[in-house]
């Protein structure tokens, strides 16, 4: 069984820069949709097709995938913890790893994997987003769905929650088989039925991901857009794959030049598609970064929402230990101060403040006297009643004073 791929991305006609990322390496193919940010989008996305590199397609099999998936989602959520520009940072992930006759699928987000299989385009991964969850649920209808002003909540990703278990599927692969990558620029921009149109023509991979990609712009562009597209061409089909067979070796990650308009690669990925190709033979790839000085993502109001227990729970924490710090210098203040107050009709030295908070009174006798309230002086009771802030000492030299004078 031979593979052909082509590929294309775009920043779209509304965003300022590309946060998707890709990989496309023979038998190995992934699409990252980076969100957060500050570039932490791009990072993130970045990050994990980095992670998912180092698998090796022909040998790594379920286990492999499912545990690079977890670690990028790992790697993420460190860094966006230790850089504050990043914090909060994530990417969505669906990525197809081809053993012989079969499709490993590892997917989290709102990324989609399709296959068009004898003329009919079939989803096969769900969206981790809230109108997915809604129309799983028959809550809302797909159409619904397509339209709904929550569309971009998306509800697992890499890097933001606790874990982010990855969808794992195995599908067996037939020759003729289309499958198709892309981030939720495509299908947020174009109905299925369009998509299937466009896959079925009798283009090979990398015009069909052009085409999708153009698409997308023409209805509207609203969001970054990536597109992948693996033709499954049987062995003795001579000249099917011929001119667009990657090389083993080959590796490809994008957008290097996020400030680009577009990145598409040319038929065959053994020459560098417009400088952001590389080509880095068995060694671990060199990712290249965003281009310095690019503007920083549009905040528009299709900027994906995300949910982050963690953020969450890190502020909550934070609430928590300042409160407590600042409830522990407040009792060490109170039980510094005393007072001479009338105790039931006896003068005494209380400890604390002469006040009550919620109900609670922040004060108690620390030592009871041997004088009469009732038998003070007028100008000595003005002194008790007073109740002015005194030191330990100076409070028990009071006392004893009074008892003296008596
Ligand atoms: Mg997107």
Same mark, same amino acid.
């Given at each position: 069984?031979?593979?052909?791929?082509?590929?294309?991305?775009?920043?779209? /006609?509304?965003?300022?820069?590309?946060?998707?990322?890709? /990989?496309?390496?023979?038998?190995?193919?992934?699409?990252?949709?980076?969100?957060?940010? @500050?570039?932490?989008?791009?990072?993130?996305?970045?990050?994990?097709?980095?992670?998912?590199?180092?698998?090796?397609?022909? *040998?790594?099999?379920?286990?492999?995938?499912?545990?690079?998936?977890?670690?990028?989602?790992?790697?993420?959520?460190?860094?966006?913890?230790?850089?504050?520009?990043?914090?909060?940072?994530?990417?969505? /992930?669906? *990525?197809?790893?081809?053993?012989?006759?079969?499709?490993?699928?590892?997917?989290?987000?709102?990324?989609?994997?399709?296959?068009?299989?004898?003329?009919?385009?079939?989803?096969?991964?769900?969206?981790?987003?809230?109108?997915?969850?809604?129309?799983?649920?028959?809550?809302?209808?797909?159409?619904?769905?397509?339209?709904?002003?929550?569309?971009?909540?998306?509800?697992?990703?890499?890097?933001?929650?606790?874990?982010?278990?990855?969808?794992? @599927?195995?599908?067996?692969?037939?020759?003729?088989?289309?499958?198709?990558?892309?981030?939720?620029?495509?299908?947020?921009?174009?109905?299925?039925?369009?998509?299937?149109?466009?896959?079925?023509?009798?283009?090979?991979?990398?015009?069909?991901?052009?085409?999708?990609?153009?698409?997308?712009?023409?209805?509207?562009?609203?969001?970054?857009?990536?597109?992948?597209?693996?033709?499954?061409?049987?062995?003795?089909?001579?000249?099917?794959?011929?001119?667009?067979?990657?090389?083993?070796?080959?590796?490809?990650?994008?957008?290097?030049?996020?400030?680009?308009?577009?990145?598409?690669?040319?038929?065959? %990925?053994? =020459?560098?598609?417009?400088?952001?190709?590389?080509?880095?033979? =068995?060694?671990?790839?060199?990712?290249?970064?965003? @281009?310095?000085?690019? @503007?920083?993502?549009?905040?528009?109001?299709?900027?994906?929402? =995300?949910? *982050?227990?963690?953020?969450?729970?890190?502020?909550?924490?934070?609430?928590?230990?300042?409160?407590?710090?600042?409830?522990?210098? %407040?009792?060490? %203040?109170?039980?510094?101060?005393?007072?001479?107050?009338?105790?039931?009709?006896?003068?005494?030295?209380?400890?604390?403040?002469?006040?009550?908070?919620?109900?609670?009174?922040?004060?108690?006798?620390?030592?009871?006297?041997?004088?009469?309230?009732? *038998?003070?002086?007028?100008?000595?009771?003005? =002194?008790?009643?007073?109740?002015?802030?005194?030191?330990?000492?100076?409070?028990?030299?009071?006392?004893?004073?009074?008892?003296?004078?008596?």
């Amino acid at each position: 069984m031979e593979l052909a791929a082509g590929f294309a991305t775009h920043r779209g /006609l509304v965003r300022q820069t590309n946060e998707d990322s890709f /990989l496309v390496r023979k038998g190995l193919y992934v699409v990252c949709d980076g969100m957060g940010g @500050a570039r932490g989008g791009e990072v993130a996305s970045q990050m994990a097709c980095e992670r998912l590199a180092a698998l090796a397609p022909g *040998s790594a099999g379920k286990d492999e995938l499912r545990d690079a998936i977890v670690e990028a989602d790992g790697s993420i959520a460190a860094r966006s913890l230790a850089e504050p520009h990043l914090l909060g940072m994530g990417t969505t /992930l669906t *990525s197809a790893l081809i053993n012989d006759a079969t499709v490993i699928l590892g997917h989290v987000g709102d990324s989609r994997a399709y296959l068009l299989r004898e003329g009919t385009l079939r989803q096969l991964t769900d969206d981790h987003s809230w109108v997915g969850e809604m129309v799983r649920r028959g809550e809302l209808t797909p159409a619904q769905a397509a339209n709904h002003p929550h569309r971009s909540v998306i509800t697992r990703a890499l890097g933001t929650e606790g874990e982010a278990e990855p969808d794992l @599927a195995e599908i067996s692969l037939e020759p003729g088989d289309r499958l198709m990558l892309c981030s939720d620029g495509l299908s947020g921009m174009v109905a299925d039925e369009k998509i299937e149109e466009v896959l079925l023509r009798p283009d090979g991979p990398q015009a069909a991901a052009d085409a999708l990609v153009q698409a997308a712009l023409e209805g509207g562009g609203e969001d970054n857009v990536t597109v992948v597209v693996v033709d499954v061409v049987s062995d003795d089909q001579p000249g099917a794959a011929s001119d667009e067979t990657a090389d083993d070796d080959t590796v490809t990650l994008g957008p290097a030049d996020r400030g680009a308009e577009k990145v598409s690669s040319v038929p065959g %990925f053994m =020459r560098p598609a417009l400088g952001m190709g590389a080509r880095l033979g =068995r060694r671990p790839p060199i990712w290249a970064r965003p @281009a310095p000085g690019a @503007a920083p993502a549009a905040q528009g109001t299709g900027e994906r929402v =995300r949910w *982050s227990r963690r953020r969450w729970i890190v502020t909550a924490a934070v609430v928590v230990v300042v409160l407590a710090l600042a409830v522990a210098a %407040f009792a060490v %203040f109170n039980s510094s101060v005393y007072y001479v107050g009338n105790a039931n009709g006896v003068v005494a030295l209380y400890q604390g403040l002469p006040t009550a908070l919620l109900g609670i009174h922040l004060s108690s006798v620390v030592e009871l006297g041997t004088v009469g309230y009732d *038998s003070l002086a007028a100008y000595q009771r003005e =002194r008790v009643d007073s109740h002015d802030l005194v030191g330990k000492e100076e409070g028990q030299a009071f006392l004893r004073g009074l008892a003296v004078l008596q």
